[in-house]
């Protein structure tokens, strides 16, 4: 097999702060000649003389033999590499200025500065990973949250991809076999089985609307869920959000108007990672700082996936309180806090009929907050998801699986009134969205497809 690899690129690949072990990559054509040329083994000879993918000791050299650091290097020899080109990994010391000077060296020796993702580029571009995977590499590495390093894993392993790449082979052979009725109906080609086409083209569209349907837990555990703790001043919104970070972000006070800057902080609440946002007190605001701050945990509100809305239900609902209960709808908890003081009915009552998920928390003791957690889960779709991979975390690929279902769904229609023009279409098409998010592109490979399949004007 022909190695397909382009001029040797070379880069950082860990984090640019101090480190006990700093990598440097060099990949593509002649990588193992440019870092001969400055790296040279302890035990003599040259770095391609030891066997491949083994850790070879040896110094680095400056432009005038002088030595720059003591490291291993590793050659890989393509295919069997990351990007499937000729790859060397220098692990150098790990600071910053020295991996800078290696580069320099690595760049004066031949090779050209990386450009973002190009690594991962290259082996997608050399069937190493489908797009899918290769969207994984990016996922796994900037996932700030337990499920979302677990998801990225299980995409990177391809299983996701696989699952997508199996709706992708039936919506082609679909595709195949009207495409050779339609250019070929003269040469005797045998006309698709429409029980087989309609039971196909169900089964793609189950599994794209399953996989549609998580995409917004997968957006969310990629993200994070934008959540608004909002309240009339006093009501306990900043005691609520130190508790669910369980430390004292927010200062605490019975001096109403205390918090005016939008505090957020991260948290994951229920297996849910949120940003959750602590806000000014919703009511007219006394001073300039305080509209100000208002305004901000208004705008808060709005924008928010979820709100948490904080009652005192120990005491009267006020003028102030009216606002927040107008915030009722979807995607709001209602807590009512301070329930270990003695509850005021009146005001627990218009709460449970306003809110269709009420909760009776006390910031103070801790109760409630486990069916608070529950509630989040509930509320960010995570109740009995799991993390294996199967969560879409990313909008491209979101955007494309939904447009599919849609067209797949057409299709049926189509298939139903036998218009199979149409059919073709709405199949061509949604093939065509299904293969983006693989990284494939279609419409040849659909023509090669009919040839192999039919046989064709003999
Ligand atoms: N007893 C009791 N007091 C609470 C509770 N939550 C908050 N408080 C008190 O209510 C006052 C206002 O709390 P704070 O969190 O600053 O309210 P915010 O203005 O809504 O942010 C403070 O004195 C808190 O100690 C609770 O669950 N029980
Ligand atoms: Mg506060």
Redesign the pocket.
């Known amino acids: 097999m022909k190695l397909n690899q382009d001029a040797a690129i070379a880069a950082i690949a860990t984090a640019p702060a101090p480190g006990a072990v700093g990598i440097i990559r060099i990949s593509g054509r002649d990588s193992e000649i440019i870092a001969e040329r400055l790296f040279f083994p302890k035990s003599g000879g040259k770095l391609t003389e030891r066997p491949a993918r083994s850790a070879v000791f040896g110094e680095i050299r400056g432009e005038k033999g002088e030595v720059l650091d003591n490291a291993l290097a590793i050659f890989f020899p393509g295919p069997a590499s990351y990007t499937g080109e000729n790859t060397v990994e220098l692990q150098c010391h790990g600071g910053p200025a020295l991996l800078q000077t290696v580069l320099d060296r690595v760049l004066a020796c031949g090779a050209r500065m990386a450009g973002p993702g190009e690594f991962t580029r290259r082996a997608f571009l050399n069937g190493k990973m489908d797009l899918t995977q290769a969207e994984a590499v990016a996922d796994l590495i900037s996932a700030d949250w337990d499920g979302a390093v677990k998801n990225a894993a299980a995409q990177l392993s391809g299983t996701y991809g696989a699952r997508i790449r199996a709706v992708y082979e039936s919506l082609r052979s679909v595709a195949a076999a009207y495409t050779a009725v339609m250019d070929y109906s003269d040469q005797n080609v045998s006309y698709p089985d429409t029980g087989s086409a309609a039971k196909e083209l169900s089964l793609a569209g189950d599994t794209l609307r399953e996989l549609v349907r998580g995409a917004r837990s997968g957006q969310i555990l990629r993200d994070g869920l934008h959540t608004a703790v909002v ?10 959000f130190n508790r669910l970070l369980g430390f004292s972000r ?5 001096e ?1 108007g ?2 005016r800057d939008v505090v957020t902080e991260k948290v994951c609440v229920g297996g849910v990672p949120l940003r959750l946002a ?1 806000t000014a ?1 919703l009511r007219e605001g006394t001073t300039a700082p305080e509209r100000m701050g208002i305004a901000l945990a208004r705008s808060e509100a709005d924008r928010a996936g979820l709100i948490l809305a ?1 009652f005192d239900v ?1 005491a009267p609902l006020t003028a102030e309180d009216e606002e927040v209960l107008s915030l009722a709808g979807e995607n709001i908890i209602c807590l009512c ?5 003695t509850i005021d009915n009146v005001t627990k009552t218009r709460l449970e009929n306003t809110f269709s998920t009420c909760i009776p ?5 801790g109760e409630g907050f486990d069916a608070l957690a529950s509630a989040v889960t509930r509320a960010a779709g995570f109740s009995g998801v799991r993390f294996d991979g199967s969560l879409v975390t990313n909008a491209r690929q979101r955007d494309m699986l939904c447009r599919a279902a849609e067209l797949v769904r057409d299709a049926i229609t189509a298939l139903e009134l036998g218009a199979e023009d149409a059919l073709w279409g709405c199949v061509t098409e949604a093939c065509e969205a299904v293969g983006s998010v693989l990284g494939i592109a279609v419409p040849e490979d659909v023509e090669k497809e009919v040839f192999s399949r039919f046989c064709i004007g003999k």
Do not use: F, M
């Not at 806090?337 to 003081?341: A, G, H, M, V």
């Not at 928390?361 to 003791?365: G, L």
């Open positions: 309240g009339r001043p006093n009501a306990g919104k900043s005691s609520v927010s200062i605490v006070t019975d109403a205390t918090t602590d007190g904080v120990s806090n301070k329930c270990d003081l928390v006390s910031a103070v003791t």
